[in-house]
Structure formats: structure tokens, C-alpha cells
């Protein structure tokens, strides 16, 4: 069987090296995923947090995507500009942040940075407002 592996891996080079490619990022990701500092949260359990805990919302999308609307006393800080106007949240870094953006891709940025500045308790929208939009949540135009 080994004989079969190396001939195919002399006669295909370039698959062996895609594997061995993909296989490195997803170990990476897992790796990157296993030991960041905050958690994913869904939906559902974002609305169940907020109901049980004072909760600051940190909405880190960019101005004009927060036309539609924004999930209620969110506090609008572009993902790019929160390390710089972090002592803007400093007042909450005791209570509950939940960090959205539009799909839950930026938001997970801005809670590593969070996490960085010693906020303990920081939790990202999973799938964002997108998520929250398709689990038929309020929003609030304000």
C-alpha cells in the first residue's frame, strides 16, 4: 500500500501538495478556533442572554450598512476603528458584549480585539444580523 501512496504522489505532485495544503489551513483554523476567547452565539441564545444579563450590543459594521436598521441600544463602532476608540467601551468591560456585524465574519475580529484589552466576557452573533434578520428579530431604526 505504501508503494501505491508514493506512486501516486510522484505521478500527481501537484494534488499532494493541494491536500497537504488544505489540510495544514483547516489545522489552523481548528487550532485558531480551539483557542480564541470569546464564544459564538446563536440567535436564539443571543435573545436568551440579553433577556437574563445586562448585555452591551456592539454593532462593528459600517455606517452605511446600519441604513436597514440595528438590533435595539446597539453601539455602532466600525470593526477597523474599535482598537482606536476602545475607551469608548472601557465603562462596560465588567458586563456581557455581544459583537455582530452583517454575516458574523467581522465581528469576530472585534471580539479578539476585545479580548486583547481584557474584556472577559465578549460573545460573537453567529451569522450575524443576517441570522437575526432570518430568525424574524426586531430591529430598530433608531
Not at 489540510?23 to 433577556?51: D, G
Not at 446600519?66 to 467601551?89: F, H, N, Y
Request: proline share 4%.
Amino acid at each position: 500500500m505504501l508503494a501505491q501512496i508514493s506512486e501516486f504522489a510522484m505521478n500527481h505532485p501537484y494534488l499532494v501538495i493541494a491536500f497537504v495544503v488544505l489540510l495544514a489551513l483547516v489545522f489552523f483554523n481548528e487550532l485558531k478556533i480551539a483557542t480564541q476567547r470569546f464564544a459564538s452565539l446563536t440567535p436564539a441564545a443571543a435573545v436568551q442572554l440579553m433577556n437574563q444579563e445586562d448585555v452591551v450590543v456592539l454593532d462593528v459594521r459600517e455606517p452605511s450598512e446600519t441604513i436597514g436598521g440595528k438590533i435595539a441600544r446597539a453601539i455602532q463602532i466600525p470593526v477597523g476603528a474599535v482598537a482606536k476608540r476602545i475607551d469608548e467601551l472601557e465603562k462596560h468591560k465588567d458586563k456581557t458584549m455581544l459583537v455582530y456585524c452583517k454575516t458574523g465574519a467581522r465581528s469576530g475580529t472585534a471580539c479578539r480585539e476585545l479580548s486583547k484589552k481584557g474584556f472577559d466576557k465578549v460573545y460573537s452573533l453567529n451569522g450575524g444580523l443576517m441570522a437575526w434578520q432570518e430568525a424574524h428579530l426586531p430591529l430598530s431604526k433608531k
